[in-house]
């Protein structure tokens, strides 16, 4: 089970997105002033994913982006599950999304070359790299770390 915690909106008011996503199962759930909660649950099914769900992030529309380990793709889906977008990369094992730039127009992707023999990391040069996309949308500011 992953967990992801995000501010949004009111930071004072402690409005939030909360997110657990397992392998299999997920349920989005809208919080009180906005952003909403991934939980265990039978309303948010990942279907036929291609992969495993690993990191995500949450853009200003509120759409989840996974990463999918093993399914060289990251995958936008709405709050209610529905699946908006795939996006390929030229990696087999995306690991995390995470939005950053001026503007937070900018998609950063972290990958991974784990367990990869010399064959597959020859094949795919830009395992273990940072890869950054610019996908139309903008993500949420998050909280900087105060010490």
Not at 61 to 87: E, N
Not at 105 to 127: C, G, H, K, N, S
Request: glycine share 18%; net charge negative; hydrophobic share 40%.
């Amino acid at each position: 089970m992953h967990q992801f915690r995000q501010p949004a909106g009111d930071e004072d008011a402690g409005d939030e997105i909360l997110a657990e996503i397992g392998v299999a199962v997920g349920t989005a759930i809208p919080r009180r002033g906005g952003g909403y909660v991934l939980a265990a649950g039978d309303g948010f099914r990942l279907t036929d994913a291609g992969g495993i769900p690993d990191g995500l992030a949450v853009d200003a529309q509120g759409c989840l982006w996974i990463a999918m380990w093993g399914g060289g793709c990251v995958r936008r889906y709405s709050a209610a599950g529905d699946l908006l977008g795939i996006f390929p990369v030229p990696v087999s094992q995306p690991t995390c999304p995470g939005f950053g730039g001026r503007d937070l127009d900018q998609l950063y992707l972290t990958t991974a070359w784990l367990d990869m023999d010399d064959a597959q990391r020859a094949a795919e040069p830009l395992a273990g790299h940072l890869l950054r996309a610019r996908p139309g949308v903008s993500g949420l500011p998050v909280a900087r770390y105060a010490g």
